[in-house]
């Protein structure tokens, strides 16, 4: 079992940079691929991108390719999405996720979730 908790969501404008958190206690952190996903209203969920269990790649959506930046640091069980050059259309809740498979991008790969932050980003 792995409980995973995000944070560092909130209000941003657009144009600034927001990093969120996510923080997994319970089973070997290091042994999951780590995903971000994100849903605004109305929408469904988007694969925002994910880090293999070294941090070795990462690899991203198209949406925010050149923009976000996914980093981990297995020593104190946490992910982390950098978001950079945020854009209203960035305005979701958030979710981390954890996919015991060496690379993941659909939500049914997925064995864990986090319960989401939200971020709104204004003009």
């Known amino acids: 079992q792995v409980q995973l908790v995000e944070s560092g969501g909130g209000l941003v404008q657009a144009g600034g940079s927001q990093r969120l958190s996510c923080a997994a206690s319970g089973r070997a952190f290091s042994n999951y691929f780590m995903g971000w996903f994100r849903q605004a209203p109305g929408k469904e969920r988007e694969f925002v991108g994910g880090?293999?269990?070294?941090?070795?790649?990462?690899y991203y959506g198209d949406s925010v390719k050149g923009r976000f930046t996914i980093s981990r640091d297995n020593a104190k069980n946490t992910v982390y999405l950098q978001m950079d050059s945020l854009i209203l259309e960035d305005t979701a809740v958030y979710f981390c996720a954890a996919a015991a498979k060496w690379f993941a991008n659909v939500q049914y790969e997925y064995d864990y979730w986090g319960q989401g932050t939200q971020v709104t980003v204004s003009s």
């Open positions: 880090i293999t269990w070294s941090g070795a790649s990462a």
